[in-house]
């Protein structure tokens, strides 16, 4: 499934000729032919400039957003937005509805920005982890309400929270982040409740280790003492598995075909250990030897 994955992302950019365009043919109508128009948050780099390249192949035109529209890509059909996530919510709710009315609704929402706050949860300022949870769960969530009164008007559309892995296996020393992604997660599974009987779907994305700059990007929450050993250790875990990780190419490719499919739920996506084994695994084991089993395998034992 991973290697099929990873060729049917390939095969979603026209430069790859005449067999590219064979192979995507193949696979039926492009998503264009569903979703005309699609907002993406987080779309300068890493799954967010993935998603963007694979929806543009597919006919898609793209509002993506920044903090930074600089350091948004050029490219047709592509629309850059000015949006910070922590900004007022006045602000992000003027920016939304800009882009809306330039777009004349949007099919497709694509909750992906976000960031890492790396600490210990107690020994480090709480203001951190606060400002954490206002942006990427307060403000995301204010992004699917509104994005829904469209969709529901119009009864039709997609809205994707990117959650993560870490929902279902935290991340040491990640208090925020993983609240953050179990929150989302949560409220996709109440919207895929509500929207049962409308033309909506709702997807909860759980993307695993990908070779993005996350970790580059990553706020260090460290206290004024030098980092303790462990903290060290489970660091560089978390490096030697972003590194390891799939393209993200591989995560938009995924994600194409749960679009095609065109049905509300959860999709897992990265390596075949983390997005296939390790899920299907603990449901066999008790909660005490899983928890062991994650600590030895962050290095956090």
């Known amino acids: 499934m991973v290697c099929w994955n990873r060729l049917q992302a390939g095969f979603l950019h026209p430069g790859l000729g005449w067999f590219g365009y064979v192979i995507r043919a193949s696979m039926g109508a492009p998503l264009s032919s569903r979703y005309r128009t699609a907002f993406i948050t987080g779309a300068s780099m890493g799954l967010g400039d993935a998603f963007a390249t694979m929806l543009l192949a597919e006919g898609v035109r793209v509002w993506g957003t920044s903090r930074d529209p600089a350091r948004l890509p050029v490219r047709d059909g592509f629309t850059p937005v000015a949006l910070d996530l922590a900004a007022a919510p006045a602000e992000i709710e003027a920016a939304f509805v800009r ?14 920005a976000g960031y890492g706050r790396f600490g210990p949860f107690a020994g480090t300022d709480f203001a951190g982890w606060r400002a954490q949870l206002e942006a990427m ?31 279902e ?23 895929i409740i509500e929207t049962a009987d409308t033309g909506i779907i709702v997807i909860d994305f759980r993307p695993g280790d990908y070779r993005t700059r996350f970790n580059q990007a990553m706020h260090s929450l460290s206290s004024t003492p030098p980092p303790s050993a462990r903290l060290q250790r489970v660091w560089t875990v978390l490096e030697k598995n972003l590194a390891a990780g799939p393209a993200p190419a591989h995560a938009a490719g995924r ?42 395998y962050f290095g956090a034992g």
């Open 137 to 167: 769960l307060g403000a995301t969530l204010q992004l699917s309400h509104l994005a829904l009164q469209g969709m529901l008007a119009r009864n039709h559309g997609a809205l994707v929270n990117v959650s993560s892995l870490a929902v």
């Open 255 to 296: 994600l194409r075909g749960a679009l095609r499919r065109g049905r509300s739920g959860v999709v897992r996506s990265g390596d075949f250990f983390q997005a296939g084994l390790a899920p299907f695994g603990v449901r066999f084991i008790p909660a005490a030897l899983r928890r062991a089993v994650q600590a030895w």
């Open 99 to 112: 882009a809306e009315g330039g777009a004349g609704g949007f099919d497709l929402v694509i909750n992906n």
């Open 169 to 191: 296996f935290p991340l040491p020393f990640m208090s925020g982040y993983n609240v953050v992604k179990s929150g989302l997660s949560a409220l996709s599974e109440s919207l």
